[in-house]
């Protein structure tokens, strides 16, 4: 009894622990808000972003995510319009970005 017991324990705590996978437009906006998070983070004091279009596709091999940003800047001296690419893990941990 008590060897049921614990697996039905184990069984539930791997189940309840096992990260949700985004998809749609949860997964678009996690992607939005890690790309804002880092922007905010690594730009100038005063620099407002807009993040207008997103595209990305999956790289299964080294499970991160590929994305194409369409960026607006705006700053005191600065407005302008960009495309910034930049690759995020499944996680959402952290941003490299090429462009």
């Given at each position: 009894?008590?060897?049921?017991?614990?697996?039905?324990?184990?069984?539930?705590?791997?189940?309840?622990?096992?990260?949700?996978?985004?998809?749609?437009?949860?997964?678009?906006?996690?992607?939005?808000?890690?790309?804002?998070?880092?922007?905010?983070?690594?730009?100038?004091?005063?620099?407002?972003?807009?993040?207008?279009?997103?595209e990305y596709y999956v790289d299964k091999p080294y499970k991160e995510y590929v994305c194409h940003f369409t960026v607006k800047l705006?700053?005191?001296?600065?407005?302008?319009?960009?495309?910034?690419?930049?690759?995020?893990?499944?996680?959402?941990?952290?941003?490299?970005?090429?462009?």
């Open positions: 009894m008590r060897y049921l017991v614990s697996v039905i324990f184990l069984f539930t705590a791997f189940t309840a622990c096992k990260p949700k996978v985004l998809s749609g437009k949860e997964l678009d906006a996690q992607l939005k808000t890690t790309m804002k998070n880092y922007l905010d983070s690594t730009l100038a004091p005063g620099t407002e972003v807009t993040i207008v279009n997103l705006h700053s005191a001296r600065l407005d302008t319009t960009g495309i910034m690419i930049a690759t995020i893990p499944n996680d959402f941990s952290k941003v490299k970005r090429f462009q």
